[in-house]
């Protein structure tokens, strides 16, 4: 790709991924998960026995984009709030820029297509993310890059783009042909991002875990087969590998994962679980339907091209990817039953399942593009409808918000929590009762009870208030009323 075409395109998929997360679905501070991680940052290393001890990605980048909202954004437009979404909306745009333009240099690379055919088909891809869960004449339709809050971002739509566009890359470049030889921006930049993918999410992770095993698999040769030799020629694959399982066994003995433990017996709930999720990602989207045209396409090019020089790449990215379908699939069944079956049905932890079935459907699809190229005339048509369908007004995508509140009540509920706190500080108070919402029966989710002490800490690092302020938080169900919120 030439570099002013890939810079317009680069920089028109980023402004239009900032637009929608600041304008068109903001991210937005609301509930206690996100007052707290915000401002506490952890060492960039991973932590043995800790609550979350590999997650270096979102648990250092959450905290770095409120400080720079904080005193890099909030002094240009004086809003705390605005200045968040503004910032979170620049990194996630980013993110999905750079997994999008990583799909687009293995189209035209790999695939072999021109330079306009990748664009769009990388628009085409890009829309897919948005359009695969979309029912008719709904609202609050859920999509790829939708999750639960502002932390959850950070916690699994980065580290999803992250190892997604690690396995555009290394689908393309070979990293083991002397990449890390040299010390160089290049390589300690790959180095830093193999890093941050593998200690960023075990469910996210497992995208280039599973893929580099594919990778592995397909480089097997039993004829001439020497471990020794196969480890040295692959070293950097087997060091990623083994960093990954590292990456589980830490944890496995976390926190977290021990809380989330289950006394039931383990195979009746891989049962149960594989029925949940298998229901849900073959016959609750669309998915499906992509998976379908490029089986039928593949069945054809290994049937007619088998021996066809010119498809051998093709062929091989069929391969690795048909090898990763279904372990990711086995992969997140085992989790779901350790943990909880119901957690697999979030688009945010699907990702990998659909960023495999997008990956195949488009390799068919470019099949098809270089034996009838003037098909490329109705991309853009296929692409224009596709935009169409997806903001057409008799369907509406689902805020990234607790039980879907709409985001300019959650910007107001915040907003009337930290007027109380600065309000408290301003008349020199060491300690203050605030009114929130009232939530769940359990802790007053998503404003839990003990969430004063962390959004006071927040708003002090962040030079909101002048010094931490001890909070009391008292649940106050008029709110509900004020704020069109539910009451239970």
């Not at 996630?92 to 695939?111: D, G, S």
């Not at 016959?283 to 091209?305: D, M, P, Q, S, W």
């Not at 350790?338 to 960023?355: H, I, N, W």
Request: net charge neutral; aromatic share 16%; with cysteine.
């Amino acid at each position: 790709m030439k570099n002013y075409f890939g810079i317009v395109t680069g920089t028109l998929i980023f402004l239009a991924m900032f637009v929608f997360f600041s304008q068109i679905h903001p991210i937005v501070l609301f509930d206690g998960d996100d007052w707290n991680v915000i401002s506490d940052a952890r060492v960039g290393l991973p932590k043995w026995g800790g609550w979350n001890p590999t997650k270096v990605l979102p648990e250092t980048f959450f905290p770095i984009c409120g400080y720079i909202s904080a005193y890099v954004v909030m002094p240009i437009i004086g809003d705390y709030l605005s200045s968040f979404t503004i910032t979170a909306a620049l990194i996630v745009a980013a993110f999905i820029t750079a997994y999008v333009m990583m799909f687009i240099f293995f189209v035209e690379k790999v695939l072999k297509t021109d330079n306009l055919s990748a664009v769009l088909l990388g628009a085409l891809f890009l829309l897919l993310h948005f359009a695969v869960f979309l029912q008719h004449n709904t609202q609050d339709n859920l999509y790829l890059f939708h999750t639960t809050d502002a932390d959850c971002y950070f916690n699994y739509i980065l580290p999803n783009m992250l190892n997604a566009a690690l396995v555009l890359l290394i689908i393309r470049v070979d990293i083991t042909d002397k990449i890390f030889n040299r010390v160089n921006l290049r390589s300690v930049g790959l180095f830093f991002a193999l890093y941050l993918a593998i200690f960023s999410s075990v469910l996210s992770s497992c995208i280039l875990a599973i893929f580099i095993f594919a990778e592995l698999v397909d480089r097997f040769d039993m004829k001439n087969f020497s471990f020794p030799k196969f480890f040295a020629q692959n070293r950097t694959l087997f060091v990623i590998e083994i960093f990954w399982l590292i990456s589980l066994l830490f944890e496995m003995n976390g926190g977290r994962a021990k809380s989330m433990a289950h006394e039931e017996s383990f195979i009746g709930l891989v049962a149960s679980s594989a029925a949940t999720v298998l229901h849900s990602l073959l016959f609750e989207n669309r998915g499906a339907a992509l998976l379908i045209f490029a089986a039928v396409t593949i069945v054809y090019i290994f049937v007619k091209y088998r021996d066809d020089k010119d498809l051998s790449a093709l062929r091989s990215v069929v391969k690795k990817f048909l090898v990763c379908l279904p372990l990711w699939t086995i992969y997140i069944i085992l989790v779901a039953a350790k943990t909880d079956s119901t957690y697999a049905l979030r688009p945010d932890v699907q990702f990998g399942f659909f960023f495999f079935v997008f990956v195949l459907f488009f390799t068919a699809f470019a099949f098809w593009l270089k034996k009838f190229p003037r098909v490329t005339f109705i991309l853009p048509i296929l692409a224009f409808a596709l935009l169409t369908w997806i903001f057409s007004g008799k369907r509406t995508l689902c805020p990234s918000t607790f039980n879907h509140v709409p985001e300019k009540v959650c910007v107001q509920v915040s907003q009337h929590i930290i007027d109380q706190i600065v309000a408290a500080d301003a008349a020199g108070l060491t300690e203050v009762t605030i009114t929130v919402p009232k939530g769940d029966d359990t802790d007053n989710w998503p404003h839990p009870l003990y969430m004063g002490k962390n959004i006071s800490r927040t708003l002090h690092a962040h030079g909101i208030i002048s010094r931490r302020i001890d909070v009391t938080v008292v649940p106050d169900i008029t709110l509900n009323e004020k704020f069109n919120l539910p009451t239970k």
